[in-house]
């Protein structure tokens, strides 16, 4: 199932490419970095615990999980009204119906430049209008997305709390935002709120508890020494990935970045580093 949002950082590459990191095996899925959630539509689990503390994300989500008939309505209708000006208008509302807060997130999300989102000190999204004007997508199933995510909890909240409730045998997949650069893959932040070094260490930290209560955990991030040395001692292993960023204004500066990726049980297959 395509995902409904674009997201920087999205994993979409990930589960053309390396699906087979995935267990196969798992009882609940827990994503504490929903995002656009490319993992989850792809495993379409039957369980699921899903967060992100970004509150326009997790409103589109929501929104889609409880009136997805409603939802369409209302993207088809900022279709057809779809201008610059109206780009605008959207973009400086602040709608109080969970509804129309999801839509909103949706049509700025496919109209605004690049996908990005990013917001200015007061917290107001301020990505300006793309060149993209189609808001209603010929691949759009919100009917079955929501069909989906009714078998999900969705949540605002801290990925640690999210993380901590992982028992045995779940499956943990942490995407958290890259805060380290490597070779030219510094991964950029639209968000207010930096991702820190406190947190990476928070998370790997929490990552590790989960996985001594038998949890299953994989784990996306920035492919460097010293996050490695995060969870090189605490039996996790390590796979380097490729993936080509397009999240760049110019086509020349956009590259193939390596990632690594962190898992708590080595697929068949694959070597231990």
């Known amino acids: 199932m395509t995902p409904f949002l674009k997201w920087a950082g999205g994993k979409r590459w990930f589960i053309q490419r390396y699906s087979d990191l995935l267990p196969h095996k798992y009882n609940r899925y827990i994503e504490p970095f929903l995002g656009g959630g490319s993992v989850f539509f792809y495993l379409k689990p039957k369980d699921a615990l899903l967060g992100d503390i970004n509150p326009d994300l997790i409103a589109a989500y929501q929104g889609l999980q409880k009136e997805w008939s409603r939802l369409q309505s209302q993207l088809e209708d900022h279709q057809q009204k779809h201008s610059d000006a109206y780009y605008y208008s959207v973009r400086n509302e602040s709608p109080a119906d969970p509804i129309d807060r999801a839509a909103r997130m949706i049509y700025l999300n496919r109209t605004c430049f690049n996908g990005i989102y990013r917001v200015n000190r007061q917290g107001k999204f301020n990505v300006p209008r793309g060149s993209k004007n189609t808001v209603v997508l010929e691949n759009d199933n919100f009917e079955e997305a929501a069909r989906l995510l009714g078998k999900a909890q969705i949540r605002l909240v801290d990925f640690e709390k999210l993380i901590n ?109």
């Open 165 to 273: 409730e992982a028992g045995k045998n779940d499956l943990v997949f942490a995407d958290p935002p890259y805060t380290v650069r490597h070779n030219f893959n510094g991964f950029i932040k639209y968000n207010e709120k930096l991702f820190s070094w406190g947190d990476q260490e928070r998370l790997a930290h929490s990552l590790f508890k989960a996985r001594k209560r038998g949890a299953k955990i994989v784990c996306t991030n920035a492919n460097h020494a010293s996050v490695r040395e995060l969870y090189e001692d605490c039996g996790f292993h390590f796979i380097d990935v490729s993936r080509f960023s397009s999240i760049s204004a110019s086509i020349k500066s956009r590259k193939q970045f390596e990632e690594l990726v962190i898992v708590s049980h080595l697929p068949k297959g694959e070597k231990k580093k």
